[in-house]
């Protein structure tokens, strides 16, 4: 079993960046496919980026593609999201997930495929 733990959330205005982190504990990072996913206030959670366990599987909601980067680093067993030119809309709970999986190269892109959630950070982006 692995714990998630999400950060580097906060507050940034329009066109900013930020970079969240999500440090796993309990297992290795490297035997799970990874993904964020966001909830926005009265919305749905939503799909926004997922990494195979291989690196080199990566999908990302169309409406983020050119924006945001997901990126893996096994050595801190972490995974992070890059969040670059940040939009109002962009306000969310951001949440990291782990998928079990044997596969190198298939990611989840529903949240049912997913196993293990972390609690979120909140992201706030200001016009």
């Known amino acids: 079993q692995v714990q998630l733990v999400e950060g580097g959330g906060g507050l940034v205005q329009a066109g900013g960046s930020l970079t969240l982190s999500c440090e796993a504990s309990?297992?290795?990072?490297?035997?799970?496919?990874m993904g964020w996913f966001r909830q926005a206030p009265g919305k749905e959670r939503e799909f926004v980026a997922a990494?195979?366990?291989?690196?080199?599987?990566?999908y990302y909601a169309d409406s983020l593609k050119g924006r945001f980067t997901i990126f893996r680093d096994d050595a801190k067993n972490t995974v992070n999201l890059q969040m670059n030119s940040l939009k109002p809309e962009d306000k969310a709970l951001y949440y990291c997930?782990?998928?079990?999986?044997?596969?190198?190269?298939?990611?989840?892109?529903?949240?049912?495929?997913?196993?293990?959630w972390g609690q979120g950070t909140q992201v706030t982006v200001s016009s």
């Open positions: 309990g297992s290795t990072v490297s035997t799970y496919a």
């Open positions: 997930a782990a998928e079990r999986t044997s596969s190198w190269g298939a990611v989840g892109l529903s949240a049912e495929k997913y196993d293990y």
């Open positions: 990494i195979g366990r291989s690196g080199v599987s990566i």
